[in-house]
């Protein structure tokens, strides 16, 4: 059974950081997966923040490029996302994916997701 299960939001002022982690169990880090974020505000779509694969080459949104950066350790299987520069309009629900990729279709695994709240 695959759990994904994160960590480290909180509340912080915005120009504040914030590291969130996700550790994964059931599955294995591999080649196989691409793993990341995802966010939902109120009233919006879940949205891409960032993803990234066996490769190490990281895709992110338009909107967090420049102020976050992803990284996974594949030996721990744990995805981190260091969040900088935060702005009122990252607030959100931060979910994490891991995302199985050799199969047509690719398969989504989702966390539960942490709240995420700039404001001052």
């Known amino acids: 059974q695959v759990q994904l299960v994160e960590s480290g939001g909180g509340l912080v002022q915005p120009g504040g950081s914030l590291r969130l982690s996700c550790a994964a169990s059931?599955?294995?880090?591999?080649?196989?997966?691409?793993t990341g974020w995802y966010r939902q505000a109120p009233g919006k779509q879940r949205e891409l923040v960032a993803l990234?694969?066996?490769?190490?080459?990281?895709v992110y949104g338009d909107s967090v490029k420049g102020r976050f950066t992803i990284a996974r350790d594949n030996a721990e299987n744990i995805v981190y996302l260091k969040m900088n520069s935060l702005r009122p309009e990252d607030t959100a629900v931060y979910y994490c994916?891991?995302?199985?990729?050799?199969?047509?279709?690719?398969?989504?695994?989702w966390g539960q997701g942490t709240q995420v709240t700039v404001s001052s």
């Open positions: 994916c891991a995302r199985l990729i050799d199969i047509r279709p690719a398969r989504d695994f």
């Open positions: 059931g599955i294995i880090f591999s080649s196989r997966y691409m």
């Open positions: 990234i694969g066996n490769a190490g080459t990281p």
